[in-house]
């Protein structure tokens, strides 16, 4: 019979209601046994809601709960390191929200307690268990699209549900740590996780809103294979959320919309009061409806892999380590965003060298092959350089 799993829940936000959500309603043979909140009023009415048997006000009584073999941390990213330490010092598997830390030299002290406690650890980085997602790279896996030349990957909404995460102080940045880490680990799926990310190139700024965090940033990131990384995140996109990539290869593309424009659509004149979708920002005119939630976000894979790795014994597609590197990218990518220069990744490497993207040589009577295409008409044209004069010519079958 598959194992079941006793959890302490730490956090009672928007994420900790998906998590319990998705344990208690599609995992279904998961329980959380005890929830941690900083607040007793909160507590009690997340214990209520999801059927919870205790909640308490303190991390060290939920992470050393008799009955907890897990501990969930979907807490504010200030609050991750001491809660990951306690778990991991009470002996108990630990899973941590995205982003793992404020900076990869946090992420680096939570990889570290974990790893020396020889406990399970895992990222909950959601996105890249998407359906969707999961599809995709099973097809980019098998060669579908060749060498990955380009990944790009974006993420907007309106701006986060709670007061912490647009403190940068508590957060460790706005829309970058908030979104970009998502796009970032989105895009090392697709190249790789051995491709070292080498350096990135990032502009951010704050246009709308009265804050000290970035709610808008665009950036590159360049990795060893020579593939490129791009992500788009902004807290000022009207209209619900986008959740969109793309991979560029060198033999097909794939393009994926995660959110907006999937296939469900619906008008309404406001006379209904449903939910809609996370981020939705109207009750009226179109709408654009998010059939499951927990799975087409992602969480009812993540979970399913998270357990069945720690009841394997191996190590779930998304780990500390990941989470770790993630944060060192994000590094990089405020030291560009000040310095307006590309700036180096750096990171305590673990994924060994990745090889040079490849370029193919083909050769017809002495020339090189650079395009071959059909023309209207049924014939074939080449296009052709001969490497002796370095000229680029035409010919025409």
Known sequence: ???????????????????????????????????????EERGAAFRRRWGIPASTTSVEEAVNHPEVDTVVVGLPNHLHEEAVTAAAAAGKAVLVTKPLARSAAEAGRILASVERAGVFGGYLEDLVYTPKTRKALASTQSGAVGDVLWVRSRETHPGPH???????????????????????????????KGNRPVEVMCWADTLVHPIEAEDNAIALIRFESGAVGQFEVSWTFRGGMDLRDEVAGTEGTI?????L?????????????AYVAEKAEGASGWQFPVGDEVAELG????????????????????????????????????????????????????????????????TEDGLVVIKEEQLPDGRRKLILKDPASGAFLDRVR
């Open 1 to 39: 019979m598959p194992t079941s799993h006793r959890v302490a829940m730490l956090g009672t936000g928007l994420i900790g209601d998906f998590y319990t959500m998705t344990l208690h309603g599609r995992r279904g043979r998961d329980q959380v046994q005890v929830v941690y909140s900083r607040t």
């Open 162 to 192: 709670s007061a912490w995460f647009w403190d940068a102080t508590q957060a460790g940045g706005g829309a970058i740590v908030d979104l970009g880490c998502h796009c970032i680990e989105i895009v090392r799926s697709f190249v790789g």
């Open 255 to 259: 393009w994926l919309n995660h959110f």
């Open 261 to 273: 424009r999937t296939g469900f659509e619906l008008f309404t004149s406001g006379a209904g009061d």
């Open 299 to 362: 969480y009812v894979d993540m979970f399913t892999d998270m357990f069945g790795a720690m009841d394997e014994h191996r190590e779930p597609a998304e780990t500390l380590y990941d989470g770790y590197v993630v944060n060192a990218v994000m590094d990089a990518c405020y030291r560009s965003a000040t310095s307006r220069a590309w700036e180096p990744v750096e990171l305590d490497w673990r994924g060994g060298v990745a090889p040079r993207v490849a370029r193919a040589e083909r």
